[in-house]
């Protein structure tokens, strides 16, 4: 096809076609081996400057590699990242990670049991009611949702109508969320950064503890955090796409961030300025241009978000549960309120920070410092490599200090900066509730901007200055790891001295290292080991314990908040990272003893033989998800997951009583331990029944069959 070109120049202009054509065929070579440097791409630029005329770009353009990606602007010649073919090892070991991130997450999670009975019991009643599953109700009798939209609950639900209502069917969707969560950060990073920062990222976020914690676990953050990497990825395709594509990559972007925010509300919305930011700044085209694909982002955001709201809200009161969590029964107060500002400044049903002091399972004291304190419970689960993203940003940043706007690897660190930034200052200052596994949502931002900067850094390995910023990073981590090991001081006691002596030799090693690049590939390799190794062997403590509870943490000891509000096999876990010792806790279940204990047997049978839309009511969803679980019955949730809901009140209450539809009481249920209490109309509820029928003791529990009052 180059022939007829090459016809129609002169001679001295033919040699240099060929020139040209034999350049890009090298270079076109060295992209298959996989990309060389995502530096200031000098090499080919020099190339093309001595040897091509400017007549014959156009015959021979340049091969698709980082270096032409960074410096072609322009919307009709936007050079493809290293994105499309990859080096033979880059399959391998994309399906290494993938397979080791499966077995990490999957690994004995039957241990776990239902892990969260709040959200099983929603995921049970979804495989009774069709109502239930749309609306997320706690029961299958439909009388109260959970506190959080239902679409983290929809995989779940689906894989328990199809396996039956398990562990293993509640939490397998939760591991596979993770590992597609990995997937996609590497594969964003990929097109940045190259194969190899891109599995890295993919590692560092696979081994974050929070992360292996979250992702065995039937919480919303999973799901999340998954939603939000994906919409990273598609911001990242937009970035490096032509104004077609990039306009639907970002809508999609904008559509999996309205997807989280039925997820987990308005946590979801922090990533929104991060986003939109490294659009405006870094994508091609004119600036109205970006800015009105910004703005169509936004409206595919509310379409992915409002679709289900409109349709919660627009149901009458009537046809569907109350709206848990909420004062007035709205899905858009519960959106503005308890999951939204009441989040941000406290109140509307919310503790934390403000409310709760130095509770390490509600975050401790709020302030810059709560992501790095062992008394806020956050260190442990996602500050191992914090302080290291947050130098790494700068030196990032300062290394792409020349390049041009639509720069990728600098588009991505504002993209993930951003979302660093952004979120973590957000959970350091929220006066509500917030506790420690929700810093999840840190960890890809923190896997992406360690990889991004690290290949950066390997590209000017050679330089002086580059070898020093390394070796400072290392030396950082491996000092503050030892720093957390050592909250534990009863976990691998020998780890933190050893990872301090390996990193250091390391450090000093890429400093010495001057161009012997063997040396620099060694010292690299080491330092990677000591800067993983207190991550590591914590991720995989977190997976050798079995979690449940509420308010699960990461670590050497299985932890979680009871059903009373203490933790399962130590007091401090949450502080520390699981550290041994503490108060056991009691539970709230009627019938059980200790924490998350099941029903006893003969109080299970009791409600197993009831034929009413309710087996029973009880104060509180601590108390009724345990029941539920254990009998496959619809147990009524009297005042919400913190049992201060007003819903039933006193006279609806006593209207399903008249209809038939509630067969038993059952006393001495609690809200969640650490809420604000019960609620009035649930006092209402408990004077009128001890009023009005009799009671009777099963296995120590009070009960009160409503089908016979006393007068």
Known sequence: MQFPLIMQFPRTEQRHTEAVTEAAQADLSAALAGPESVGTGKETSMTLSTTTPPDTLEAAPPPDTPQTAARESGPRRRARPPGGRQPPWARAGLAALLIGTSVLYLWGLGASGYGNEYYAAAVQAATKSWKAFFFGSLDAGNAITVDKPAFFLWPMDISARIFGVNSWSLLVPQALEGVAAVALLAAAVRRVAGPAAGLAAGAILAVTPVAVLMFRFDNPDALLTLLLTAAA??????????????????????????????????????????????????????????????????????????????IVQLVPASDRPYIGGST?????????????????????????????GQNASFGGATGIERLFSSSSGMATEIAWLLPTA??????????????????????????????????GLVFSYMQGTIHPYYTVALAPAIAAIVAVTGRLLWDERETVSARVIAAVLLEVTVIWDAHLLGLTPTFLPWLPAVLVLLGTAAAVALVAAGRWRRLVAVALLVGVVSGAGGTVAYAASTAAQPHSGSVPSSGPVASGMGMAGSRTGGGTGGATGGATGGATGTSSTPGGSGD???????????????????????DGSQSAAPLQLASGKAVMSIGGFTGSDAYPTLAQFQAYVAAGLIHYFIAGGQGHGGGPGGSSSASEISSWVESSYSSTTVDGVTVYDLSTPTS
């Open 390 to 423: 947050l130098l790494a940003l700068a030196a990032g940043v300062w290394l792409r200090r020349g390049a041009p706007r639509t720069d990728l690897p600098r588009a991505a660190l504002v993209l993930f900066g951003g979302w660093l930034v952004v979120t």
């Open 328 to 356: 007035t029964n709205s899905v858009l107060e519960l959106a503005i309120g308890y999951n939204g500002l009441g989040r941000l400044l406290g109140g509307s049903g919310n503790g934390g920070g403000g409310g709760y």
């Open 596 to 618: 998350q204990a099941s029903p006893s047997s003969q109080l299970v049978a009791l409600l197993t033989a009831t034929t009413t839309r309710w087996a029973a009511a009880t």
């Open 233 to 310: 990825y598609a911001t990242v395709r937009a970035l490096s796409s032509t104004s077609g594509r990039s306009t639907r990559w970002l809508a999609l972007a904008g559509l999996l961030v309205g997807l989280g925010f039925i997820t987990k509300m308005g946590q979801a919305l922090l990533v929104v300025p991060a986003l939109a930011g490294a659009y405006l700044w870094a994508a091609s085209g004119t600036f109205g241009r970006r800015v009105r694909n910004v703005l169509l982002a936004g409206i595919a955001m509310i379409v992915g978000a409002g679709w289900w709201i409109a």
